[in-house]
């Protein structure tokens, strides 16, 4: 069966950091393009940061410089690294791993993770 589950969320202060980490079961997460996303209430589902199969990352503006996104394929996870963290970054982050293969799409969505920055 497969799954994906993210983990790491939490409270923290602004300027401070957290590193949230997505596990896959079922498949291998090194075959699949990551995206992390995140939704704050009333607000569309955001594209963060996203790392190809090649490994090749890309990061939306608003945290360009402040978040990376890397692969640990011996663990079969995917990591967000958060620093400098900033109210506006408060959201529930979502991991999602996405391949076309063979005439077929797989996509695949965690349960999510909360972010609250707040003092």
């Known amino acids: 069966q497969v799954h994906v589950v993210e983990s790491g969320g939490g409270l923290v202060q602004p300027g401070g950091s957290l590193r949230l980490s997505c596990a896959a079961s079922?498949?291998?997460?090194?075959?699949?393009?990551i995206g992390w996303y995140r939704q704050a209430p009333g607000k569309e589902r955001e594209l963060v940061a996203t790392?190809?199969?090649?490994?090749?990352?890309d990061y939306v503006d608003s945290v360009e410089g402040r978040f990376t996104i890397s692969r640990d394929n011996a663990k079969n996870t995917v990591s967000l690294q958060m620093n400098s963290l900033k109210p506006e970054d408060s959201a529930v982050y979502y991991c999602?791993?996405?391949?076309?293969?063979?005439?077929?799409?797989?996509?695949?969505w965690g349960q999510g993770t909360q972010v609250t920055v707040s003092s």
């Open positions: 999602n791993a996405k391949r076309f293969w063979v005439g077929r799409r797989y996509d695949y």
């Open positions: 079922g498949f291998t997460l090194d075959d699949y393009a």
């Open positions: 790392i190809t199969y090649g490994g090749s990352t």
